[in-house]
């Protein structure tokens, strides 16, 4: 392989983890404040349409970008609701909200089928993009690739070094004892539900304006369960995430890259599977393995909470 076949083949490999990385981060903090939605493909789906129906219409990719996360923001709090305010489970009501996700971007999205526009512009600095390697590697990409960088960076410092950070991880952890000292743990979670929503839309906006920029049905083909399944492998840490997010990222473009090479006598369809495969393999390992007890999944995670009167 040469050079510029490597840089490429990573060029598609930081592409591919990008969605990931956002959806990831998203629910990590919707994870760590207790509240488990499982609704990420369905945010997901509502952010790519958003950010395409708005980007064709308006001609601005930027306003694309903010539509998404704000699409994906809009199914986050209206599960809130569902699971914070009226106490529904929150299990079947991010099923429910995948579902929902699911039909709605296919019904917005009809109309735009076909249709595709400009990708999102790369970063460009003059004498320094047009180094060998390093310049196409680390300046040739867009501003949500950046974007999701800086994010890991804020939510790492945010739980560990604020106070906000650490109020979320109390909530998570015994929302109980939190209320008791006075803090609005439904406050809390509705904050961090609605900022994962917007991180799952950013996701999906990625997808259909930089990554593949167009609309196509259900285009998410199940990233946001391998978002879902990445906060678990990362044991609850941002950087664990990127490192996880990069990884599931370099499978979806080995399936890709062994289709396209040939030579092995193995079905496409079982090339595409490699990436939810090792989403299982994964996830049996350390649920079996010697990790098991050091998963530190909140507490609370999942578990409604009802303040006492």
Same mark, same amino acid.
């Given at each position: 392989?040469?050079?510029?076949?490597?840089?490429?083949? =990573?060029?598609?490999?930081?592409?591919?983890?990008?969605? *990931?990385?956002?959806?990831?981060?998203?629910?990590?903090?919707?994870?760590?404040?207790?509240?488990?939605?499982?609704?990420?493909?369905?945010?997901?789906?509502?952010?790519?349409?958003?950010?395409?129906?708005?980007?064709?219409?308006?001609?601005?990719?930027?306003?694309?970008?903010?539509?998404?996360?704000?699409?994906?923001?809009?199914?986050?709090?209206?599960?809130?609701?569902?699971?914070?305010? *009226?106490?529904?489970?929150?299990?079947?009501?991010?099923?429910?909200?995948?579902?929902?996700?699911?039909?709605?971007?296919?019904?917005?999205? +009809?109309?735009?089928?076909?249709?595709?526009?400009?990708?999102?512009?790369?970063?460009?600095?003059?004498?320094?993009?047009?180094?060998?390697?390093?310049?196409?590697?680390?300046?040739?990409?867009?501003?949500?690739?950046?974007?999701?960088?800086?994010?890991?960076?804020?939510?790492? #410092?945010?739980?560990?070094?604020?106070?906000?950070?650490?109020?979320?991880?109390?909530?998570?952890?015994?929302?109980?004892?939190?209320?008791?000292?006075?803090?609005?743990?439904?406050?809390?979670?509705?904050? +961090?539900?609605?900022?994962?929503?917007?991180?799952?839309?950013?996701?999906?906006?990625?997808?259909?304006?930089?990554?593949?920029?167009? #609309? @196509?049905?259900?285009?998410?083909?199940?990233?946001?369960?391998?978002?879902? @399944?990445?906060?678990?492998?990362?044991? #609850?840490?941002? #950087?664990?995430?990127?490192?996880?997010?990069?990884?599931?990222?370099?499978?979806?473009? =080995?399936? *890709?890259?062994?289709?396209?090479?040939?030579?092995?006598?193995?079905?496409?369809?079982?090339?595409?599977?490699?990436?939810?495969? @090792?989403?299982?393999?994964?996830?049996?390992?350390?649920?079996?393995?010697?990790?098991?007890?050091?998963?530190?999944?909140?507490?609370?995670?999942?578990?409604?909470?009802?303040?006492?009167?």
């Amino acid at each position: 392989m040469t050079d510029s076949s490597a840089v490429l083949v =990573l060029l598609t490999v930081i592409s591919a983890a990008t969605p *990931l990385l956002f959806a990831a981060l998203g629910e990590l903090i919707t994870e760590k404040s207790g509240v488990l939605n499982l609704g990420v493909e369905g945010m997901m789906l509502a952010g790519a349409v958003a950010a395409f129906a708005v980007a064709v219409t308006t001609g601005s990719s930027t306003l694309g970008v903010f539509a998404g996360a704000l699409a994906g923001a809009i199914l986050a709090f209206a599960f809130g609701v569902l699971t914070l305010t *009226l106490a529904a489970n929150q299990v079947a009501t991010g099923l429910a909200l995948t579902i929902f996700g699911i039909g709605l971007s296919a019904l917005v999205g +009809a109309g735009f089928v076909g249709i595709a526009v400009t990708p999102l512009p790369k970063l460009a600095i003059p004498g320094v993009s047009d180094l060998p390697v390093i310049g196409s590697l680390v300046f040739g990409h867009d501003a949500l690739v950046y974007l999701s960088i800086v994010a890991t960076v804020a939510v790492a #410092w945010f739980l560990k070094k604020t106070r906000g950070g650490m109020i979320l991880r109390a909530v998570g952890e015994s929302d109980l004892s939190a209320h008791s000292i006075g803090y609005d743990v439904i406050g809390v979670r509705y904050r +961090a539900v609605v900022f994962g929503g917007a991180m799952s839309g950013l996701g999906g906006a990625f997808l259909s304006l930089a990554y593949t920029p167009m #609309w @196509a049905e259900e285009m998410t083909a199940g990233r946001g369960w391998i978002a879902l @399944a990445l906060v678990v492998f990362a044991s #609850w840490r941002p #950087w664990r995430v990127l490192f996880g997010a990069y990884l599931f990222g370099g499978v979806t473009i =080995l399936q *890709l890259y062994l289709q396209g090479a040939g030579g092995l006598d193995i079905p496409s369809q079982v090339m595409s599977m490699l990436p939810y495969l @090792a989403t299982i393999l994964v996830l049996t390992v350390i649920a079996a393995g010697p990790w098991k007890g050091r998963l530190d999944a909140p507490a609370c995670l999942g578990r409604p909470f009802r303040p006492s009167t």
